[in-house]
């Protein structure tokens, strides 16, 4: 049995660009309350009819012959034959790759286990090295059906260490952590992506170090730092403290000399290369020449021009400022490749990012939040709130969020991680963020599968939890249309969504040519999984970073929904992926409808 409710709109209101007086937006009740009556007179029950004629012939003249095929990613695929539609995972994973993840059997197993989005860092590593991990991703996904999308993410201007060059290592005084670290870099010892002993340096207490602006030659001179950022000799007082990675080693300035800036050691750690520095004035961050850095560097318009060469599916923002990089970098992109599909993510991760919040989350195409470099910009115990803020943020304004850095920093060492950390991973899938991401724990850890596991699972089970609880708080979602048109697409996936959690659904489809009316119905974070068929692979790839999407590429669709639903329900039946009797509501943004069915 099928029912749908029809939205019969003159095609001239839809292409109306704003929202007129005499059409006022209706709210999710007054839909039913006003709306229905109007669109009970076109209850219709063909479907049925197309789909229990057990020749392959439907009323809409639909061959077994015209079937066509379609794409889904062999993960989920095996997913939801072994567990079924309410147990697949909402919140997407990225992981980042790095020496211990690059080769093409680490990749798989991290496609295997649940990667949706492979993350490189431009911060380290050489161009040839990140092409090769592109094309290792590409070639899984062509050759063994995964759909693993690539996401790029720019080194940014801001203060950072340059490489350590001959820096002495303190093996004789070992830290925990270096042990490890040591034995990683000796493994897995390659040019230009990996550390070798002597690039990573364990710092003493009372070592006097000096930070230079001033290029060397090798070998450098011992305990000596090269920093990026030319202002920075200037910029710098005696007495200042200087932080590296948020205070992973904390240095004081006691002496400047032209551009060398003479620092002592008072909290000993870890050097790692190119690791960020903040410097601090009594209590506060200084923030002098270096806010005029430009948000994107020469280098990294370069590495702009390679991930745009390289056809990824994401180029991330690093300390983006202001929403006039990202509309810069988007009219760029626009004009360097036409028929490019690229989502330009703002990593906010700056105390200018925050102060611009809105601005930039409504200019791009999500966000990230960048924990790392964020908790060396505001206080620590700012970090939470500001995260949650910016997921709540990302929701209303209909764009995907990650939250990102060290959800498992122990299991770079550890097999297992801390219970805080599982409590940390909880909270992020409890405010319902798009995806989850890992930094060193995949990049050069020691268990980059169990890190991603321990995501997965933790994942699966609080995502169960709260919807068995019916625990989560309902968003108020404001009205995000910018069109007549877009309005009635959001009020139709806001009213189905509510639909499918009143009657208890198996799954919500949505057949999308761009990607929206699937986001919108994400937005709403309904119970069940939201099936998003597309015809681009482009578009099915960028819907992998979204909340409880699951994407399919049909080799073809038509305006005709009932041809749409009839050919996808014999593809996902022949495949085992539904069954009869499994009750589905479909929309599209083609024909403004919502219908309920039971698959027959
Ligand atoms: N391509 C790579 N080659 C070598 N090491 C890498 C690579 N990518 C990541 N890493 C290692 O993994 C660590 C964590 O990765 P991540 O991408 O979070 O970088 P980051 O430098 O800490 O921060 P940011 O994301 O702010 O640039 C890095 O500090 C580095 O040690
Ligand atoms: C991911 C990142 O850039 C950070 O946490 O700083
Ligand atoms: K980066
Ligand atoms: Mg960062």
Redesign the pocket.
Known sequence: MSQSLNFLIPSSRLSDTTVPKQFPKPSLISTFATRLPVAKAHIRRPIAAVLTSDNGKGVGGVVAADVGSFEVDLVTEAELKENGFRSTRRTKLVA????AT?GSEQLEALAVGGMNVA???M???TRE??RLVIERVRRLNEEKGYAVAVMM?T??SEIHMGDLGGAPSAKAEVHSLYVPLMRFALVIGGKG???SPDKLAYLMDGEIWTFSVRAFGSPRPERTITVNYDGFAEDVKVGDELLV?GGMVRFEVIEKIGPDVKCLCTDPGLL?P???LTFWRDGSLVRERNAMLPTVSSKDWLDIDFGIAEGVDFIAI?FVKSAEVINHLKSYIKARARDSDISVIAKI?SIDSLKNLEEIIQASDGAMV?R??LGAQIPLEQVPSAQQKIVQLCRQLNKPVIVA?QLLESMIEYPTPTRAEVADVSEAVRQRADALML??ES??GQFPDKALTVLRSVSLRIERWWREEKRHEAMELQDIAASFSDSISEEICNSAAKMANNLEVDALFVYTKTGHMASLLSRCRPDCPIFAFTTTTSVRRRLNLQWGLIPFRLSCFSDDMESNLNKTFSLLKARGMIKSGDLVIAVSDMLQSIQVMNVP
């Open positions: 980042t790759i790095g020496p690059s993350r490189i860092n911060c380290h590593g090295w990140h993410d080194e940014g992506v990996a550390y990675d790692l190119r690791a960020n690093s991760e960048a790392g470099d850095s930094s060193g990049a050069m």
